[in-house]
């Protein structure tokens, strides 16, 4: 899915410059985690009108486990996206600065 671009950094680390399939697949996955935590919070809203306390208790806490869960999965996806994004911008710069000391 990614492509290895064969530069090396300062630290004598290959950096993997992520395509177009990479970054689908995120945002995907992304608005997958989104869609459990939509449907988390009317499965707990509907839980409130289940007569039944037995029910009521594992409905609700099924889904505050979906919802924490699915938030979990939202903000890894979203910091994994944004330091692909900053080591980006951090190899750009890299780059400018090079040809400028040439």
């Given at each position: 899915?990614?492509?290895?671009?064969?530069?090396?950094?300062?630290s004598?680390?290959?950096?993997?410059?992520?395509?177009?399939?990479?970054?689908?697949?995120?945002?995907?996955?992304?608005?997958?985690?989104?869609?459990?935590?939509?449907?988390?919070?009317?499965?707990?809203?509907?839980?409130?009108?289940?007569?039944?306390?037995?029910?009521?208790?594992?409905?609700?806490?099924?889904?505050?486990?979906?919802?924490?869960?699915?938030?979990v999965?939202v903000?890894?996806?979203?910091?994994?996206?944004?330091?692909?994004?900053?080591?980006?911008?951090?190899?750009?710069?890299?780059?400018?600065?090079d040809?400028?000391?040439?």
């Open positions: 899915m990614s492509e290895d671009t064969g530069r090396d950094v300062e004598g680390n290959r950096v993997r410059q992520h395509g177009r399939w990479w970054w689908l697949g995120q945002l995907m996955l992304t608005g997958m985690a989104c869609f459990f935590v939509f449907f988390g919070i009317s499965l707990l809203a509907a839980s409130y009108q289940l007569g039944d306390p037995f029910s009521f208790i594992m409905t609700f806490f099924a889904a505050s486990l979906i919802i924490l869960i699915s938030i999965m903000i890894g996806f979203v910091f994994r996206m944004r330091r692909v994004m900053l080591i980006g911008r951090s190899m750009n710069n890299h780059e400018v600065d040809n400028a000391s040439r």
